[in-house]
């Protein structure tokens, strides 16, 4: 039952990391585009977030594992 509960604290700390990291990149690329008067296009390309990076790997995973074991050390106590 800790392993359970501590899958799922993992998991929400996931999940949490995975919402603010898309609401902050969204609004870096919102502040960070130059404003043309010409046109009221973006001045970013959506599909250019997809590429992955391979250190970009880790942060998912570092999330995952500090709510694990976050939530396995206060079980255990």
């Known amino acids: 039952?800790?392993?359970?509960?501590?899958?799922?604290?993992?998991?929400?700390?996931?999940?949490?990391?995975?919402?603010?990291?898309?609401?902050v990149v969204l609004v870096v690329l919102a502040f960070n585009t130059p404003q043309s008067q010409e046109s009221s296009a973006i001045g970013w390309d959506p599909i250019s977030l997809v590429r992955i990076r391979p250190w970009w790997l880790g942060l998912p995973v570092a999330a995952f594992a500090a709510g694990f074991l976050w939530e396995f050390r206060r079980l255990n106590r």
């Open 1 to 23: 039952m800790v392993y359970l509960k501590s899958i799922i604290a993992g998991f929400a700390a996931l999940s949490v990391f995975l919402f603010l990291l898309a609401v």
